[in-house]
């Protein structure tokens, strides 16, 4: 569990560092050089990730609360929702004119899934974790911003191309789910050959 605490714990301080940390972000960007401020962000990314798999597939889970019986139910659809939500950030969408923060609302949607679903330690840790990071990103993000811009809207055939491509990203991330979280997304059958 301390290798999942630490890789939840370092993908939350990295990234409320420009928010929260400002000016020791403007310090190691000094230091470093915005290129060299880029490549050292993303490969602490890239280590809080690798931290956070290799702790989740570490922990034994202790059951912590009974999730509802509707849980696991609900859990398919908010990720679809989350996925959406998530995608649209980096292109232009139509949910971007209604929604500021539609990446980390995403993240904040995957985590409430998963919490639906699983009543134990370690999904407590991480998908709490990420969830409440999620929350403090938030407010911390506007104030570091200041006023919301909205954006124009898209045409239409960039909406649809984006959630085809997301409906696509889903289905892999179903069929992946069992290799990088070692349990299915979904209770199919197996497959035999």
Do not use: C
């Amino acid at each position: 569990m301390i290798i999942l605490a630490a890789g939840v714990a370092l993908w939350a301080a990295i990234h409320l560092l420009p928010s929260l940390g400002a000016p020791l972000k403007a310090q190691v960007g000094k230091r470093l050089g915005e290129r060299g401020y880029r490549l050292g962000f993303s490969l602490v990314v890239a280590l809080a990730v690798a931290l956070m798999v290799i702790g989740w597939r570490m922990s034994v889970p202790v059951a912590v609360y009974t999730p509802p019986s509707w849980g696991a139910a609900l859990s398919l659809p908010l990720m679809a929702l989350a996925l959406v939500l998530f995608t649209s950030a980096r292109r232009p969408t139509a949910l971007k004119r209604h929604l500021r923060h539609p990446q980390l609302l995403g993240v904040l949607t995957w985590a409430i899934s998963h919490l639906l679903a699983n009543g134990d330690s370690r999904s407590l840790l991480l998908f709490g974790g990420m969830g409440l990071w999620a929350l403090v990103a938030m407010p911390a993000i506007n104030a570091r911003e200041g006023p919301w811009k909205k954006p124009e809207p898209p045409p239409l055939a960039v909406e649809i191309k984006g959630l085809a491509i997301t409906a696509l990203v889903f289905v892999a991330l179903i069929l992946l789910h069992p290799y990088f979280a070692g349990v299915p997304a979904l209770a199919l059958p197996a497959l035999t050959f």
